[in-house]
């Protein structure tokens, strides 16, 4: 566990909890942050904490879905407390090892081994906000160790005490959103990663010159692409939820209140509007993934409408010139120019100038035309 005070113009570090239960409110707030296997083994702790620095302990069914590691991403509420759950990118390094890419994948876009996803679930009260994250905490790592740079003295000796604070949250649902923006970034970059490594599939797929056969990587890809739509789905819905319930609350009666609600929109917004891009171009990767598919097709069958009309062409060719050649062999006694001395090179002119008429009359027909690539 990571226990965080968060004031306007410093972020410090405890060890315990103890002493901050005995001191009481102070300003500022705390980020309680805990990992699943932490939120188990010590709840009985954590729900005492919670109920002495929030003034409720969490729900029996609240618990149960932090603990979930297969949630969905999803929003609900008490009279107390807020509590949203969003899935983030699974972290390289996991716990547990990943499952080796079948051949067909080991051939195709790697981003789409990342669409791996852990739930991070946020309990926020009005003085604290707890964090549940998966084993690896990197995301918790990474934020801690920005707030305590921000807040350093000799990071930047220069600013002073306003400046600092406008680097810090001011509340757990200001944390809570700059936690959320951390985890939408990593959704973009997957984005763009994605459109780089999915340009060679299609461009193959396009090309009529190679022979395409990593169907089932392909078909992987596509599965890989809607579980992502999915998750993003998940995630508008309940960021959606969250902001209607922000803007339900009765409105603050202090200016700094209205100004703070007000940023917490802006912000909440602002993450709504990544996710519906993100939602947005896994759509349009998912539909060019399609268009490709059957561009490809209506590439080999255009392919092969040329390779039987070449072949028609030639067969209507020798056609004739198998019929004179059928002819001059028939057991006859008595068949003009078989009994000539220049009758063959006759019969071979004449076959000549057949065959050569009837390509001129194809090729002014254009049934032997260079496809244009």
């Not at 939408?184 to 010159?209: C, F, M, S």
């Not at 004449?350 to 050569?356: C, K, P």
Request: charged share 20%; proline share 5%.
């Amino acid at each position: 566990m990571r226990i965080l005070q968060i004031q306007p113009s410093r972020v410090q570090e405890h060890a315990e909890l103890a002493p901050l239960l005995a001191a009481g409110a102070s300003a500022g707030f705390l980020w309680l942050s805990v990992t699943r296997e932490e939120l188990q083994a010590d709840l009985a702790g954590i729900q005492r904490a919670l109920h002495s620095l929030g003034g409720s302990t969490l729900v029996d069914l609240h618990v149960s879905d932090l603990l979930n590691e297969q949630l969905p991403s999803h929003y609900d509420y008490t009279s107390s407390y807020d509590l949203l759950v969003m899935r983030r990118l699974a972290a390289g390094a996991a716990t547990a090892p990943a499952p080796a890419p079948s051949a067909a994948l080991r051939h195709g876009p790697p981003a789409l081994r990342r669409i791996d996803t852990r739930p991070v679930g946020f309990v926020v009260f009005d003085r604290v906000l707890l964090t549940v994250h998966p084993a690896d905490a990197s995301m918790r790592e990474a934020m801690a160790a920005r707030l305590l740079a921000a807040s350093a003295p000799a990071a930047a000796p220069a600013l002073d005490a306003r400046a600092t604070s406008a680097r810090l949250p001011t509340s757990p649902a200001d944390l809570m959103l700059r936690i959320l923006n951390q985890i939408v970034d990593g959704y973009l970059e997957l984005r763009r990663e994605l459109t780089r490594q999915l340009d060679h599939w299609q461009a193959e797929l396009i090309d009529p010159k190679t022979r395409f056969s990593n169907w089932s990587a392909l078909m992987q890809s596509r599965q890989a692409l809607h579980h992502l739509d999915e998750i993003c789905e998940d995630q508008r819905a309940a960021m959606q939820d969250w902001i209607d319930a922000v803007e339900t609350l009765a409105p603050p009666t202090t200016a700094e209140g209205q100004r703070e609600r007000e940023l917490l929109l802006v912000r909440s917004r602002d993450l709504l509007e990544h996710i519906q891009r993100v939602v947005h171009h896994v759509r349009r990767l998912e539909q060019n993934a399609e268009t490709a598919v059957q561009l490809h097709f209506s590439v080999q069958s255009h392919r092969t409408n040329d390779i039987m009309r070449v072949l028609t062409v030639l067969t209507a060719v020798f056609l004739p010139l198998n019929l004179i050649a059928g002819i001059f062999g028939m057991n006859f006694e008595f068949v003009p120019l078989v009994h000539k001395a220049d009758g063959f090179w006759i019969a071979m002119a004449l076959m000549l100038a057949i065959a050569v008429g009837l390509v001129l009359v194809f090729w002014r027909k254009r049934y032997l035309a260079r496809t244009a690539k």
